[in-house]
């Protein structure tokens, strides 16, 4: 990660040139043009004066006049027309930088999304780009810098020629106001990173106010008034961080503008007594007024653009963090065309979701051989879910190691080695896009196969209903006709999405849990053929599927407590297994 504000500048300059080629050109641009438009006020109306004082010669005043309004309408017209510009550039900028980071988050390993260090780390990084236009006024302020520094040689030439005495005082003014405006920068910084968590907490209470995932349960369970005050909790959490900068600041800000009173009192009393000396003519007093004015709010500029520069790299450093994130899953390198056996191997695994204290799977040994049929039964919470989650790389164990073909699953391409995989988690979701596109998001489509899917997983019927077709859409989100499916049909779409991408291993993780018994039955008595020659898991609490396994595992407390087919299991005394599949047998018999 770059350490010094130079590399921290470098790196981001790089970025803003490989996401926009036009960004940096335009803001110099932009900027050398704003440094040449005071010369024009401050030499012209001298010039003006002068001659009203002395020849009084009509043709060159009206050539002074026509030069000074030619030259503001010019150069107020090209800075206009920049300011245009570069809001859109901004925009255009910014839209990337979202692509960037959101390419960033999908990327990133999953544990890290729940980790809320890496969130509050996200939302630094999203408050440094957004809330404060770090990119930009990095850019804005090294421009200045640059603009500024051409302004100022010009403007102490003309004020050495009245006393070089002049540019100390401002300078003395400049330094004590820029001492103060460092304070005020840093109480700013400080505020906001004290703001990030309440920030983000307030942002997740009121989008929970739109999400639609939760609006039945919000409105069953009256959940408005809790959401709505958590949301003002938050707020009034952040209105107390900033009311009390507003005071700071402003205190701050008085002084400085007390500091500028005197500079100019200073300055304009020189001037007058300069002029009723006779030391210099009128139209020198408004030449040197206006360069005195300039010059201190250059010079002031200036100096603030490191200040802020200095402050800018903090942000950006929090934005380097977060790119600087590494995926744990990127660094497999083996191709996964090498593998001939499938042979899955967990040995000795054990778990721990990331900050928690406690082991959630513990000692797991276990051999699934290539296509074999297992079936993970056990009761709520025992561990079976996060066993899957290892095995598909959403997290690494934190001891013991799983192989795939003998090789850690670690050293797979991750890609690839997802290849491998159909999994239907419990929790799965569908997009709100067609339900073509839930299919494969990002790669052509085979239509027939995926119509021969849906039927495969019973949806046919509910097909032919649809005049859309696969072209549906799913969820009202972006149209009105989009269609909301039930739960057994979203199930059914989603197994399908699994049984399409006909990978070599298949994992259902409660697939059938909202489908009817018949469905159910017909879905695992066509899945045994569909998945005839691969390797396939099944989490169901519904032991029927249990009789199309070869192998089932039982868990619990994080442990596998009992191993073996569903005769072994059931003969065994004692058995968890046989105790779960006899209380669900009664029920359904009965
Ligand atoms: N992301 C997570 N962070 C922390 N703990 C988690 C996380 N996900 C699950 N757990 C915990 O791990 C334990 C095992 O959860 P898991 O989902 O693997 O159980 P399960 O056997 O699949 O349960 P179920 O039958 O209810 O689906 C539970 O105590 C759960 O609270």
């Not at 900028?93 to 809320?116: A, H, Q, R, T």
């Not at 989008?207 to 009256?222: A, E, P």
């Not at 890609?415 to 998001?441: A, C, G, P, R, W």
């Not at 407590?561 to 359904?588: F, P, V």
Request: aromatic share 12%; net charge neutral; proline share 2%.
């Amino acid at each position: 990660m770059p350490k010094s504000k130079f590399q921290i500048l470098k790196y981001f300059f790089k970025l803003t040139n490989n996401l926009s080629r036009t960004y940096i050109p335009k803001t110099v641009l932009a900027s050398l043009l704003k440094a040449f438009t005071p010369f024009l006020n401050i030499i012209i109306p001298k010039l003006i004066i002068d001659e009203l004082m002395g020849n009084q010669s009509i043709n060159i005043l009206i050539i002074y006049v026509g030069v000074l309004s030619i030259g503001n309408l010019i150069f107020k017209i090209l800075n206009s027309y920049f300011e245009k510009i570069m809001e859109l550039e901004r925009t255009d900028l910014f839209n990337k930088i979202d692509s960037y980071l959101g390419e960033k988050c999908v990327e990133m390993d999953f544990e890290n999304i729940e980790d809320p260090e890496i969130l509050d780390l996200k939302e630094r990084a999203y408050f440094a780009i957004y809330n404060m236009n770090a990119i930009g006024w990095a850019l804005e302020k090294t421009s200045q810098i640059i603009y500024e520094g051409i302004t100022l040689i010009g403007l102490s030439y003309i004020l050495i020629t009245l006393n070089p005495l002049i540019i100390l005082v401002i300078l003395i003014i400049v330094f004590l106001n820029s001492y103060i405006f460092k304070k005020i920068e840093k109480i700013r910084f400080e505020d906001n990173q004290k703001s990030i968590f309440d920030n983000r907490a307030f942002s997740y209470f009121i989008r929970l106010t739109s999400d639609f995932s939760v609006g039945k349960d919000i409105r069953l369970y009256n959940g408005k008034s809790l959401i709505l005050n958590k949301a003002r909790y938050f707020t009034d959490n952040l209105l107390k961080i900033y009311s009390k900068q507003f005071t700071d600041i402003g205190k701050y800000s008085g002084i400085t503008n007390i500091n500028i009173q005197v500079q100019m009192i200073i300055i304009y009393g020189y001037l007058a007594i300069s002029v009723i000396g006779e030391t210099i003519t009128i139209g020198s007093f408004t030449m040197y007024a206006n360069t005195v004015r300039s010059f201190s709010t250059s010079i002031m500029s200036f100096v603030n653009s490191f200040i802020d520069i200095n402050q800018i790299c903090l942000y950006l450093e929090l934005f380097i963090q977060f790119d600087s994130i590494e995926s744990k899953n990127s660094k497999g390198i083996i191709d996964i065309d090498n593998i001939e056996n499938f042979t899955i191997e967990f040995k000795n695994v054990s778990f721990k979701y990331p900050n928690k204290n406690e082991y959630t799977l513990k000692d797991i040994s276990i051999v699934i051989k290539p296509k074999e049929k297992l079936s993970i039964v056990g009761l709520n919470g025992a561990g079976k879910t996060t066993f899957i989650k290892l095995l598909s790389r959403l997290y690494e164990p934190t001891e013991g190691e799983i192989l795939l073909g003998g090789v850690d699953i670690r050293e797979y391409k991750y890609t690839e080695y997802m290849k491998l995989m159909s999994i239907v988690f419990q929790d799965f979701k569908l997009l709100s896009f067609s339900i073509k596109e839930n299919f494969l998001f990002d790669s052509e489509v085979d239509d027939t196969r995926i119509i021969q899917c849906l039927e495969e997983a019973g949806f046919g019927e509910d097909l032919d209903k649809l005049k859309n077709g696969i072209d549906t859409n799913i969820y009202k989100s972006f149209d009105k006709n989009g269609i909301e499916f039930s739960g057994g049909q979203s199930q059914k779409i989603a197994i399908a999405r699994a049984l399409y991408k006909d990978s070599p291993i298949v994992i259902l993780d409660e697939p059938t849990s909202a489908l009817d018994p018949i469905s159910e039955y017909e879905i695992y008595n066509s899945f045994n053929k569909l998945v005839e020659g691969k390797t396939a898991i099944y989490i169901s609490h519904r032991l029927s599927s249990t009789r199309f396994s070869d192998k089932i595992a039982v868990f619990k407390n994080g442990s596998i407590i009992e191993y073996g087919n569903h005769n072994e299991l059931m003969k065994k005394e004692d058995s968890l297994y046989g105790n779960m599949y006899n209380t669900q047998a009664k029920y359904y018999i009965a």
